[in-house]
């Protein structure tokens, strides 16, 4: 059993940086990939980033390369996003998840976090 609590989340002009964290609980934290995706107003969840359970793989969704980076320290049972270069449209409701390995679809994940709000004004 995973439990994850993000956190990070907030305001932020057209331009600016924000880094979300994802802390999770039980030892078996470094077994697990994990990833984050969000959730805008009246559209599906999507996947944004992964990383696999050593760092050594990374997965990105196009409209967040180059902006985005996701990485984990398994010493400290966080995984953390990145956030460079924002826009309106990166505003939503961010959720970090685990999954066995590096996926892109929602049901892959098994374990997920209760989310952080992320809004990015014009």
């Known amino acids: 059993q995973v439990q994850l609590v993000e956190s990070g989340g907030g305001l932020v002009q057209a331009g600016g940086s924000l880094r979300l964290s994802c802390a999770a609980s039980?030892?078996?934290?470094?077994?697990?990939?994990m990833g984050w995706l969000r959730q805008a107003p009246g559209k599906e969840r999507e996947i944004v980033a992964a990383i696999s359970w050593s760092g050594g793989a990374t997965y990105y969704a196009d409209s967040v390369k180059g902006r985005f980076t996701i990485s984990r320290d398994n010493a400290k049972n966080t995984v953390y996003l990145q956030m460079n270069s924002l826009k309106p449209e990166d505003s939503a409701v961010y959720y970090c998840?685990?999954?066995?390995?590096?996926?892109?679809?929602?049901?892959?994940?098994?374990?997920w976090g209760q989310g952080t709000q992320v809004t990015v004004s014009s």
């Open positions: 039980g030892r078996t934290f470094r077994s697990y990939a």
């Open positions: 998840a685990a999954a066995q390995t590096v996926v892109t679809k929602l049901h892959q994940y098994d374990y």
